[in-house]
């Protein structure tokens, strides 16, 4: 099962330079930015900042989460407009949010944890598997180039595209199909992230994987897991083991069945 869909948007921004004196990802940032500001009234608006920026100060760099791109980023992208409404007074504490489908919104920590992992620069191309909501989709980018993301249940594909689309992302591809398996059409991949737990570090991904790139996976039971990163170093892997964890199971043919 596998469909092919894009979403590319665009806002505008009014500023003192004009648009040609911006680079394209200075100008989409800024387009962004005016769109956040116009999407609640502004007490509502001010209220989420400062929860925003309470979560970096209290549950990141407390932590030791130290990279200033990914901090100055989790303290701009609105978490609050990836979840249901109903919990947006939820979505910057410390805990996971759930989704339909038996799917969450990780605990915001862990989400800056592997993606402080993967070591991020801005001209990566990276595969996401499991977009979720699509916030940490935003998140990566944000920090990178080009981000391709899969997700299994096409629902929750459809409501990521809307909500990346309407906050002006143009730089992510959200896909449905079986994330266990890569996605060897537009590898091979400078970064690859698993939202969720394998049974061992697919060797999909493995191949999909660009020289020196790196991945950052659950891998492990429904009793927990344990985050790995493995990198590629003169075509051999490289793993390192980050932190203990509980995700939802990969699903696929490479991960685990659908009865977990």
């Given amino acids: 099962m596998e469909s092919w869909a894009w979403t590319f948007a665009c806002g505008s921004a009014r500023s003192k330079k004009s648009a040609a004196e911006f680079g394209p990802e200075t100008q989409a940032r800024l387009n962004r930015q005016v769109r956040f500001s116009k999407m609640s009234d502004n007490g509502q608006s001010d209220?989420?900042?400062?929860?925003?920026?309470?979560?970096?100060?209290?549950?990141?760099?407390?932590?030791?989460?130290?990279?200033?791109?990914?901090?100055?980023?989790?303290?701009?992208?609105p978490r609050h407009e990836f979840v249901d409404e109903k919990?947006?007074?939820?979505?910057?504490?410390?805990?996971?949010?759930?989704?339909?489908e038996g799917q969450t919104v990780s605990q915001p920590y862990m989400v800056a944890l592997m993606l402080e992992a993967l070591a991020l620069e801005p001209q990566?191309?990276?595969?996401?598997?499991?977009?979720?909501s699509g916030y940490q989709t935003a998140l990566l980018a944000e920090l990178a180039a080009q981000t391709y993301s899969v997700e299994r249940h096409s629902h929750l594909a459809e409501i990521a595209r809307a909500t990346l689309a309407r906050l002006g992302y143009q730089n992510v591809?959200?896909?449905?199909?079986?994330?266990?398996?890569?996605?060897e059409e537009f590898g091979p991949f400078d970064?690859?992230?698993?939202s969720a737990a394998a049974p061992q570090i697919p060797p999909a991904l493995v191949d999909q994987l660009s020289e020196g790139g790196r991945i950052v996976v659950p891998v492990g039971g429904p009793g927990g897991q344990e985050l790995q990163l493995l990198r590629k170093q003169?075509?051999?892997?490289?793993?390192?083991r980050l932190d203990l964890c509980r995700f939802v199971p990969l699903v696929g043919a490479q991960g685990f069945p659908s009865d977990w």
């Fill in 234 to 240: 003169d075509g051999a892997p490289v793993l390192t």
């Fill in 191 to 194: 970064r690859i992230i698993v």
């Fill in 124 to 132: 990566n191309v990276v595969l996401e598997i499991g977009t979720g």
């Fill in 87 to 100: 919990f947006q007074s939820e979505a910057y504490g410390d805990h996971p949010i759930p989704l339909p």
């Fill in 47 to 77: 209220r989420m900042s400062i929860l925003r920026r309470q979560m970096v100060e209290s549950q990141l760099r407390a932590r030791n989460i130290r990279d200033p791109r990914l901090l100055e980023v989790m303290a701009r992208v």
């Fill in 173 to 183: 591809a959200v896909i449905v199909g079986d994330g266990s398996r890569g996605l």
